[in-house]
């Protein structure tokens, strides 16, 4: 800690850590999938008891659940966490490469193949090669005895394998559900081995660290929204969706369970679409709470004498600073700042600026400006931030400065930050009808912290649900009951910590 001696008006620190409420909350279901990483993915998809068979077809299925047609922009494509977290979207290449990971977690080797331009994947267990598209929804078995899922060099040897199937009753289920030809799986010619699958960004890492200081709420909503990031099929101006349509989504009878009760109608419809979240930053300025968020602030300290401001300045003729870290796991959309306050004198100022990146040890990198008020009196302000965060994975950065000659006379009375961001629905945990155990999680805890998952149930989803609970600890289990006979429809999983 650096300490400054600044006469008469006593110490002023500098605190270069972030004092977090909550670390890394997270909610897991005994019936649906961690999403957190690979590792955690395999391991709730697969069992001993499971031939290799069945256990390529739990990955593959799994991975054609939550990804669909389309593609975010590069580099975010090859960063296992993201496709499956972020994006859940993407074409070709964009599918088989995440499923290659997944396969490489039981140890099987993958080969990448092209076939007139399009990718799919060869994966290696039971002694033999077998090959899958998850992109167009492709396996077919072979005639030996006992049959096999077919490979590349018996799909090229013999078009029948992939052009018969159905009739000779060797089809995966859901074959080729958007309409594509079996001309894809088939011939001798057109196909190329390609390079070997590139090693996923991150894939080290778990997926959704996030610290939620006082006065935060975290809500990742199953619902689109009207901001989300660049598209390769973003030329009908909505938001990411699975454009073969609501059709194609139903003729799947492994996954569509899951898709039915999030059917979205817009210029077109689709059962696969993004998903939205926010988070709401709202501490107490007149208490503690403000420093939770804080990693750096100098001069400051809050006031709880409503007839001055609720943070200003602790003595006059010095510039005081506040730096406050917003940490979002998901890639930010748009964002709007409200602010509330009073500039006592003539020649005092409050400036706040924006920085989605964080660069080395200067805290003066990359800072966005985002207003700067000097007039004296009241002011209150709501200023759209969306082109300062959107695109960021780190969260964001909000400086606040002031300079004031009379140290009570000029601060803040408020400060609420609302950034949304883009997420995949279908790797959010899905409750299913019946007993649903819940077990609730957080790396650590400095203080209570509060869990909201609120879904829609029964015929037509008419029947609204919520589970509420109050945590005090790094950990809490609860059971839930859920009513059938579709799945239920999610709607929301918050979790907030008071200011």
């Not at 394998?161 to 079996?182: T, Y």
């Not at 610290?211 to 909505?238: E, I, M, N």
């Not at 400006?369 to 964001?396: H, M, P, W, Y």
């Amino acid at each position: 800690m650096l300490v400054l001696a600044v006469g008469a008006c006593g110490m002023l620190s500098w605190p270069r850590c972030l004092s977090a409420s909550v670390v890394n909350p997270h909610l897991a279901t005994d019936r649906s999938v961690d999403t957190r990483s690979a590792k955690s993915i395999v391991r709730d998809l697969v069992n001993e008891d499971m031939t290799d068979e069945q256990k390529a077809l739990a990955l593959f299925h799994w991975l054609r659940r939550v990804i669909y047609h389309s593609g975010p922009e590069e580099p975010m494509r090859h960063d296992f966490n993201l496709m499956v977290n972020v994006f859940g979207y993407g074409s070709c290449y964009m599918q088989t490469h995440p499923l290659s990971h997944l396969f490489n977690q039981l140890g099987w080797p993958c080969r990448n193949w092209v076939h007139n331009g399009h990718h799919m994947i060869e994966v290696h267990y039971d002694g033999d090669w077998h090959c899958f598209d998850p992109h167009m929804t492709f396996y077919v078995y072979n005639r030996a005895q006992p049959r096999a899922i077919a490979s590349v060099a018996e799909l090229r040897k013999d078009r029948t394998l992939a052009f018969e199937a159905v009739k000779e009753n060797r089809a995966g289920p859901a074959l080729l559900i958007c309409g594509d030809s079996p001309n894809w799986f088939s011939g001798d010619e057109g196909w190329r081995l390609d390079q070997a699958f590139l090693a996923h960004r991150g894939a080290d890492r778990e997926f959704g660290a996030i610290t939620l200081p006082r006065g935060t709420r975290y809500v990742r909503t199953w619902k689109t929204g009207t901001f989300y990031q660049p598209h390769a099929f973003g030329k009908d101006g909505v938001g990411p969706y699975h454009t073969c349509g609501a059709g194609s989504d139903r003729r799947d009878q492994v996954n569509f369970p899951y898709w039915e009760p999030y059917l979205w109608k817009g210029k077109a419809s689709s059962h696969r679409h993004h998903g939205t979240g926010y988070i709401e930053y709202e501490p107490d300025l007149r208490g503690e709470g403000w420093k939770d968020g804080a990693i750096r602030f100098i001069n400051l300290g809050g006031d709880a004498d409503a007839k001055r401001p609720a943070l200003h300045p602790l003595a006059g003729g010095i510039e005081s600073e506040a730096i406050f870290s917003v940490t979002c796991p998901y890639i930010l959309t748009a964002g709007v700042l409200q602010l509330a306050g009073r500039i006592g004198e003539q020649g005092d100022s409050l400036k706040v600026s924006v920085s989605s990146q964080w660069a080395g040890e200067s805290s003066q990198r990359r800072w966005k400006d985002v207003v700067e008020i000097n007039q004296t009196g009241a002011f209150e302000r709501k200023q759209d931030i969306s082109s300062l965060i959107a695109g960021s994975l780190d969260g964001l950065w909000l400086r606040v400065a002031m300079q004031a000659r009379d140290p009570r006379g000029t601060g803040l009375d408020g400060l609420k930050l609302h950034a949304d961001f883009q997420l995949n629905p279908y790797a959010l945990p899905q409750l299913l009808p019946g007993r649903n155990k819940l077990l609730v999680t957080a790396a650590r805890c400095d203080r209570p912290w509060k869990l909201r998952l609120a879904w829609s149930e029964g015929q037509g989803w008419n029947t609204p649900k919520e589970y509420k609970a109050a945590i005090n600890g790094t950990s809490h289990e609860a059971v839930v009951e859920a009513a059938g006979p579709n799945f239920p429809r999610m709607q929301a999983l918050e979790f907030s910590v008071d200011p």
